[in-house]
Each structure stands twice: as C-alpha cells, then as structure tokens.
C-alpha cells in the first residue's frame, strides 16, 4: 500500500464530521505502536515527524520504519512534517518521500507567513504534496522552542481567507487556545470555539487543523507519579471539546504528549515492578502495547474515525 496525501482523507473526514489523528513519531516502537492501534480500529492515519525527531532518529530509518509499517499494515497513511521550521526542512521532506508538509510561519508577520508558506506551496505542489499552513500562535514547548502564554496569540478570523488564496495551503492550523506539552491550562479549560467557528464560515469545506490537543489522561500522570516521576498540575484538553471541534471544521488533531505520557509511564511502572530487568524488550513492548490502547482510545472516543480506512 503507497503512502498517500491527506486530500482526500481529509475530504471524507469534514463531510462525516471527524478528524483524522496526526500522532508524531520519534522511533520504531512509536511507529509500530500507532499503526497496530490504527490498523486495529481500520483508520486512516497521519505519520508526523518533527524537525527534532529526524535529529533525533534520522529522516531515512524513519520512512524506512514508516514504509515497513505501511507495508505490513495495508492502510492509507500519510507522512507529514510536523512544524518544518523553513523551506529547506520542507523541500528535504518532500524530496525525501514525505507525501505533506507544515511550514509554521506563525512567528512571523503576515506578510513574511504569506511569503515563505507559498514558496513551501509552490515546491510541494509540484512534487504532488500538500501544505499546511498555521495563523496564530500556541504556547507551550515544541523542540527547541518555548512560547510562553504571553507571547501566545488567538488565530484572527479575518486574516484567514486572504491567507489561504494568497498561499494556495491545502489546510490551515489555528489557534484556539490549546498549547502544545502537558501544562495547557492554568485555571479551566476553554477553547474559543466562536473563532474555530467563524473561520469555518469564511472557509467553506476547508480542513482546519488543531495542535496542542493531548488531553493530558490523568491516569498516565498518576501512573508517572506514582513510579518516581514528578509532573505537577499537568492538564489537557477535555475529550468532549476534541470531540467537538472533529465535528466542526477541524479534520486534523495532533497527538504527541499522551503518546509520550502512556510510553514514559508504562516504563516506570515497569521498572517499578521488576527492578531487575535489564532487556529493553521487556520494557519497550510493554510501553508499545500502552501506546498502542492510546491511539485505539484516541480513535474511538475522540476523533471518529475508526472504520473509516
Ligand atoms: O508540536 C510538537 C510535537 O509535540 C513534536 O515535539 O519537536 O519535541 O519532537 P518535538
Ligand atoms: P500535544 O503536545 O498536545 O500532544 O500536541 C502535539 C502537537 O501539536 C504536535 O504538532
Ligand atoms: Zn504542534
């Protein structure tokens, strides 16, 4: 089964009222983790590699990893670039077999957004690949870089029209509220949900995409606690409010800190419990099977979509 761009995915998704998971990669216990659970729940799936995750693991294991998985599952997957910080990353990925990309322009002024995010357009679309492009901007950590609340700012509906006919993006990431990392809110959660709203007024049938939307599951914090960690009023997005904005115009959740939590918990219970073991299978498997539920759960009662593959 080809790796395929998110079109048509994407399509189907805002017609049916779900969203697809984007869920970030970094290894192959990752990888084989959310393809079991996809696969398990017939889904179609996003693949997303940071700029840290191809330091980290090497952009040829990974889509090497990424093609075996594809290959042994037979689902539609696609593999994208998740916050490709400039056009260089960008035309690597897609010279590299990504099928999309995101340029994150969004520190940018408009003007600057508009510009780099066409030049990603122009060489994407000539390659057969899609863009994502982001208004506004979250707070919270990504790599190497940490936007505090402050420097945060709300997605303006009325830039978002000229920004897509000027960039000629295929989707467009915006901020709501949520923040990417394990601390999203301080006090209650709330998502502007009158902005997510008015941008899908002014854009008909377009796929909006939404980052920083772990939910932060209490139990793997708990579980993280419990077993020597220390992850102090940590808090996500409620489920009901993804749920929500999957029957709206979002046809795209990013995933990655209740990957991490589920992966990282999993391991110190089982240090926890078997102090003596020493063979990275016999922890990695078990981490694997945790990360596994979670994209089944994520699936099932979040975005929608199982048995839409
Ligand atoms: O939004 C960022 C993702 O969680 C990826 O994180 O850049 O640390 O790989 P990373
Ligand atoms: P979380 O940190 O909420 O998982 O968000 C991940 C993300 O937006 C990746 O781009
Ligand atoms: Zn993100």
């Known amino acids: 089964m080809p790796l395929v761009t998110s079109t048509e995915m994407f399509k189907k998704a805002y017609e049916g009222g779900y969203a697809i998971g984007a869920f970030n990669v970094n290894n192959m216990e990752i990888i084989q983790g959310i393809v079991e659970g996809a696969t398990m729940e017939k889904?179609?799936?996003?693949?997303?590699?940071?700029a840290g995750a191809r330091r980290y693991a090497n952009h040829t294991y990974l889509m090497k990893l990424i093609e075996a998985a594809v290959e042994t599952s037979g689902l539609d997957v696609v593999v994208h670039l998740d916050h490709g910080p400039d056009f260089e990353t960008c035309k690597s990925c897609i010279d590299g077999g990504f099928t999309s990309v995101m340029i994150d322009g969004s520190h940018l002024p408009f003007d600057e957004n508009v510009k780099l995010t066409k030049q990603v357009?122009?060489?994407a679309h000539d390659h057969g690949v899609v863009v994502e492009g982001e208004l506004g901007?979250?707070?919270?950590v990504e790599d190497d870089v940490k936007v505090s609340a402050e420097d945060s700012s709300y997605t303006r509906p009325e830039e978002v029209e000229e920004f897509v006919s000027r960039t000629g993006v295929d989707s467009l990431a915006i901020a709501i509220g949520t923040s990417h990392g394990a601390f999203k809110f301080k006090g209650e959660p709330q998502l502007r949900f009158d902005i997510l709203e008015e941008v899908g007024k002014r854009l008909p049938n377009f796929p909006i995409v939404l980052h920083g939307a772990s939910s932060v599951i209490p139990e793997y914090v708990d579980m993280i606690n419990a077993n020597?960690?220390?992850l102090d009023n940590a808090k996500g997005v409620p489920e009901d409010m993804l749920r929500k904005a999957a029957s709206m115009a979002v046809c795209k959740i990013n995933i990655d800190s209740d990957l991490r939590l589920a992966f990282t918990g999993t391991i110190r219970k089982h240090f926890s419990e078997h102090p003596d073991h020493f063979d990275p299978r016999q922890y990695l498997s078990e981490a694997r099977t945790a990360l596994r539920d979670m994209v089944r759960h994520k699936i099932v009662h979040v975005l929608g979509c199982d048995n839409k593959a």
């Open 228 to 230: 020597g960690g220390k």
């Open 121 to 123: 357009v122009e060489y």
């Open 137 to 140: 901007r979250l707070a919270g």
């Open 43 to 50: 889904s179609p799936l996003i693949l997303q590699v940071s």
